[in-house]
């Protein structure tokens, strides 16, 4: 089952990177509402058709792991996309990570290889 971890590295990318684009393009939107305002400046806004690629190639790849490997093991793959999130929070938005939240990371990783050993 260690041929899946190479699918879902990049599909959990894709997921985060998707999160960072649209974090990216909300700030960049004007407030949410029916406007015309709010729907050009969503239209014309790159970061949110980069989310929109991401999500939608990740979305593609996620459905070549769920046609190739068993469910029970795939999905539980998908948590790895919490790790890249937290680590592109630190690296594009300058948060702070507490120590807890770096055992929770351990832990997630840690149960991804438990799931990705199963025979």
């Known amino acids: 089952m260690w041929k899946i971890i190479p699918y879902a590295i990049v599909q959990s990318l894709l997921l985060a990177g998707g999160q960072v684009f649209l974090k990216f393009a909300l700030a960049r939107m004007a407030a949410f ?37 068993p469910l029970s093991v795939a999905y539980p793959m998908v948590s790895l996309s919490y790790v ?30 438990l799931v990705g050993v199963k025979s």
């Open 33 to 69: 509402g029916w406007s015309k305002e709010f729907w050009v400046s969503l239209l014309l806004n790159w970061q949110f058709a980069a989310c929109g690629i991401c999500f939608g190639a990740g979305s593609l790849l996620w459905m070549y792991i769920v046609k190739n490997f």
């Open 84 to 113: 890249f999130g937290m680590l592109a929070a630190i690296v594009f938005f300058h948060e702070r990570v507490a120590p807890t939240q770096w055992l929770g990371v351990f832990l997630i990783m840690a149960g991804c290889c």
